[in-house]
């Protein structure tokens, strides 16, 4: 596995309340998180980190080896976190109304868990062909399923921002839970809306099918990004599977 990741500020905002880290556990699987907060006079920070850092503390601790073990801890561990935002924004004026959007994959050789909750996303480039593996949980997005508005216009509608599901807002953490199987040379995206609303799908799968590292493929995504008015924090988080495909 090649893995690579950066964030950025962008051209328009004065913090970056955006979160993501790597994180190994003792039998050496891996987990990726990325958290885009949300609320608060500083509250969207602190939900950030709180996501990322507490998920990925608990993992470290953690010796399972399977997809089916991954799905069972990390659906505990968003409910618990969900619960520990919510507290920590009752007890801090600052924090009311904190939360924050996630998406986590935990990845092995011929599989990846992925868990999301609001609009950061998962993208698996396969065969040059990019596909959207999260569905984002916003208000355009339900317009959208609704047939009351078309994708095209999605991407300019002034309330694209709107999230109905995230972290920290509601006792039931809403989340999504999916597997996929991987083969050798699959790419993983992972990613906030800093991203996606400044950066169509045909220009990240350029950037994806380009000859360039992991690395520099994530710089690459920012520049574009903070090229079309870096209106967002911006992170960008990806994963090369250079095992061998699945049998």
């Not at 924090?95 to 993208?123: K, P, Q």
């Not at 040379?185 to 992991?214: E, F, H, P």
Request: contains cysteine; negative net charge; proline residues 1%.
């Amino acid at each position: 596995m090649e893995v690579a990741y950066r964030t950025a500020i962008g051209e328009q905002r004065a913090d970056n309340e955006d979160y993501v880290d790597v994180f190994t556990n003792r039998a050496g699987q891996h987990l990726a998180i990325i958290a885009d907060g949300i609320g608060g006079h500083q509250g969207g920070d602190v939900a950030s980190a709180m996501a990322v850092s507490h998920l990925g503390h608990n993992f470290e601790a953690t010796a399972w080896r399977t997809a089916e073990d991954a799905r069972a801890w990390i659906s505990g561990q968003i409910t618990v976190e969900n619960r520990s935002i919510i507290e920590k924004s009752n007890q801090f004026a600052d924090l009311n109304g904190m939360g924050t959007t996630l998406v986590a994959a935990v990845y092995f050789t011929t599989e990846v868990v992925v868990a999301n909750i609001g609009d950061s996303r998962a993208y698996l480039l396969r065969d040059d062909k990019l596909r959207q593996l999260t569905e984002d949980h916003s208000l355009v997005n339900e317009l959208v399923k609704r047939g009351e508005l078309s994708r095209q216009a999605a991407r300019h509608h002034p309330q694209k921002n709107i999230i109905v599901r995230s972290l920290g807002i509601s006792a039931d953490a809403n989340f999504d839970l999916n597997t996929y199987p991987l083969v050798a040379n699959d790419q993983l995206l992972l990613c906030t809306d800093g991203l996606t609303n400044m950066v169509d799908d045909a220009q990240i799968k350029d950037v994806l099918t380009s000859d360039q590292t992991a690395a520099q493929k994530c710089d690459h995504l920012v520049a574009l990004a903070n090229a079309a008015g870096g209106l967002d924090n911006i992170t960008v988080l990806i994963v090369v599977n250079h095992g061998k495909a699945a049998s």
